[in-house]
């Protein structure tokens, strides 16, 4: 009955593969994100998204993409991953953007070697 | 742009006591939510409580209250007889409600020790 589910939770990968994280909601929530936390628990919004619009943060590289096969998933593809990559990503939904709070999954950590 | 400021990194409180963290925060906006997530060793993401920007009084959840000085962009959360399971990194956060985004932005964080 896990609300927000990430897989997987630890993804260990080598400098210049491609991979995914997914990301499913059981809420019924209209509004999904990603968030990056790095080695100094600093949590940072990449995107968010529904089914009209997407908004990604400027300064998120571009081989970062998220794809949304429909609501209830939005799923993480990283291209040529670098060691600066090396996070905890954590996926969040929430019934609109502002005032409804946010859920959060349980995060995947990703190490790049 | 705005911003959300922890400044302090960590802190400490006997069980049974009660602690303040502090959060100020920027914003250019007049109606935005304050929120204060925690984060225990688990990794997990929780929320504490919420407050809306246009509501003076004060959130309550159990043990934990704000103190939300709007003039001041104040939004302090207060911990009532502190719990060993209260250990945790908590997260300030701020979310405009006007504009497309909606997107949280957190603070640094304060780690939070609560000692036996």
């Known amino acids: 009955d896990t609300a927000v589910s990430q897989t997987p939770k630890y993804l260990v990968t080598q400098m210049g593969n491609d991979k995914s994280i997914k990301c499913e909601q059981n809420l019924g929530h209209d509004t999904m994100y990603w968030y990056k936390q790095d080695s100094k628990k600093f949590l940072k919004i990449m995107f968010s998204?529904?089914?009209?619009?997407?908004?990604i943060n400027e300064t998120v590289p571009n081989r970062f993409s998220p794809k949304s096969p429909d609501k209830a998933h939005l799923n993480l593809h990283i291209n040529s991953l670098e060691l600066g990559d090396s996070a905890v990503y954590f996926c969040?939904?929430?019934?609109?953007?502002?005032?409804?709070?946010?859920?959060f999954g349980d995060g995947t950590r990703l190490s790049i070697l | 742009a705005q911003t959300v400021t922890q400044s302090q990194p960590e802190m400490s409180v006997q069980e049974a006591e009660t602690v303040t963290l502090s959060c100020t925060y920027d914003t250019s906006e007049n109606n935005y939510y304050l929120f204060w997530y925690k984060q225990p060793p688990s990794r997990q993401m929780i929320l504490v409580i919420r407050q809306e920007a246009y509501k003076q009084q004060n959130a309550t959840e159990n043990r934990f209250s704000v103190n939300f000085q709007k003039a001041a962009k104040s939004f302090s959360l207060k911990i009532s007889d502190s719990q060993l399971g209260d250990t945790a990194m908590y997260f300030c956060?701020?979310?405009?409600?006007?504009?497309?985004?909606?997107?949280?932005?957190f603070g640094k964080g304060t780690k939070l020790s609560v000692k036996p």
């Open positions: 956060a701020c979310r405009n409600y006007g504009g497309s985004q909606g997107n949280l932005i």
């Open positions: 969040a939904s929430s019934q609109g953007r502002v005032n409804q709070p946010q859920h």
């Open positions: 998204y529904n089914n009209k619009e997407l908004i």
